[in-house]
């Protein structure tokens, strides 16, 4: 596109200097003509005019075509920087859409509360945030709920809370694959998320991933989902796949 332009510059600049050139060199070249011949076209004047004047209106075409190609590319490189504001804003409207998801999984996983009971006394803590899914993951079992029944685990006010947790990661995982963001920003984002869900929801066995650790093979299902029930544990794993940087 460059060398085309340089291109048509140089032809309409060529044009441009023949067409001054001639505007100045035909009528002194006037004089020199033999008298007779210039009486058969009326007076100097008139043939001057009449051999300038077309010469002067290409001369003005040249200039026309010169603005009009100038205001073009003007046009256009406006048009380049409109688009490249419009790119902009929209990555950092979506960093902040992602940033404000993430604020909301963080707010959710703080107020997540769990009433701690110590073993052999009537005494109850009230935990939050991550200490209290953690606590609240290793209790269930001693709910006298069945870890495979989900309808059963859906009446525990914990279980809905923390699958909201989840639910509300994944939203946040398909948001980061699908923004219109810088590369960076989306990896800087999968980090934090697999960091913030590792040490909250995860079990303890992910976070020493070089000990190549496994939860405990269930009897009833044959799974390694340890004490983790059966629906918050395939979650689980299915957000792994998220961990991931492509």
Do not use: W
Not at 52 to 79: C, E, H, K, T
Not at 117 to 130: A, C, D, M, S
Not at 145 to 163: K, S, T
């Amino acid at each position: 596109m460059k060398l085309k332009n340089n291109a048509e510059s140089n032809i309409v600049i060529s044009l441009l200097i023949i067409g001054i050139l001639l505007t100045i060199i035909v009528p002194l070249m006037l004089p020199l003509l033999p008298l007779g011949h210039l009486k058969e076209y009326g007076p100097v004047g008139d043939a001057f005019g009449g051999v300038a004047n077309p010469i002067a209106q290409i001369v003005g075409f040249v200039l026309l075509y010169r603005a009009l190609r100038a205001q073009i590319n003007a046009n256009s490189i406006l048009q380049m920087q409109i688009n490249d504001e419009n790119s902009k804003e929209m990555q950092e409207r979506g960093v902040k859409h992602v940033h404000e998801l993430y604020t909301f999984l963080e707010n959710n996983i703080n107020s997540f509360s769990y009433e701690n009971k110590f073993e052999g006394t009537n005494g109850i803590q009230v935990l939050h945030g991550r200490r209290a899914i953690r606590c609240f993951i290793d209790d269930i079992e001693d709910m006298n709920i069945d870890l495979h029944n989900a309808e059963q685990l859906l009446q525990q006010d914990g279980v809905r809370e923390i699958l909201s947790i989840l639910r509300i990661a994944e939203n946040i995982f398909d948001r980061i694959g699908h923004a219109d963001i810088n590369e960076n920003d989306k990896l800087f984002y999968i980090d934090l998320m697999k960091h913030e869900l590792t040490f909250s929801i995860f079990p303890y066995t992910d976070l020493d991933e070089s000990a190549n650790l496994k939860l405990e093979l269930c009897g009833d299902c044959h799974k390694f989902h340890g004490n983790y029930p059966p629906l918050i544990f395939d979650k689980l794993q299915q957000l792994k796949r998220h961990f991931q940087k492509q």
